[in-house]
């Protein structure tokens, strides 16, 4: 995620009103969400500290008995050399629905009123009420490890989160799961 866009069209615009809107509010490509409650401005620092948070949560954990863990590696070695494909594609399962868009101005310290607007000192997303901001696949992990995350990854961001799932989606991708016999 980048700090700031490449090129504006102005590089000091009014301020977005963050009210409710519909824009944003159903979950686009994967299972289960995280909705915002109220609306506010989120910056780089939160939107990358609660990113930080879902990825810290969801790598696998080291084992203890490191003989097991050899074991194991060397398996997948061993898989890895009688097939033609040496890097499997890493599977994409969080997707974060929003940009750095707006920038927010100010003034230094100690300067009297008058000359002028401030300059750029931040950039900001301005993100209205019952916004999704991430959106998680369910395939990987089940729904109650999911909303333990975004419990989690909520603590860092400003305003108060409610999780959500599309359960037309949560069907479909159990249905896959599921075995014929």
């Known amino acids: ?11 000091r615009p009014h301020k977005i009103k963050t009210m409710k809107g519909t824009k944003g509010i159903n979950l686009s490509r994967y299972t ?11 910056s780089y620092e939160q939107l990358e500290a609660s990113r930080r948070v879902i990825s810290r949560l969801v790598k696998p ?20 050399r ?5 890097k499997a594609k890493r599977k994409k399962y969080l997707l974060i629905r929003s940009n750095l868009c707006l920038p927010l ?19 900001v997303y301005s993100a209205k009420q019952s916004r999704v901001i991430f959106e ?9 490890r999911i909303k333990t995350i975004f419990h989690s990854t909520s603590i860092k961001l400003p305003t108060t989160t409610k999780f ?8 479909r991708e159990s249905n896959f799961k599921r075995k014929n016999i």
């Open 164 to 171: 959500t799932f599309n359960r037309t989606r949560f069907r």
């Open 82 to 86: 009688g097939s033609r494909r040496t």
């Open 61 to 80: 954990k080291e084992v203890k008995n490191k003989k097991n863990q050899k074991i194991a590696l060397s398996a997948q070695k061993k898989l890895l």
């Open 136 to 144: 998680m696949s369910q395939q990987q992990y089940k729904l109650d």
């Open 105 to 123: 101005t100010k003034k230094p310290l100690q300067v009297r009123m008058g000359k002028g607007k401030g300059s750029v000192d931040t950039w």
């Open 32 to 42: 289960a969400g995280l909705r915002l409650k109220s609306s506010s401005y989120i």
């Open 1 to 11: 995620m980048k700090k700031f866009p490449n090129n504006v069209v102005y590089s």
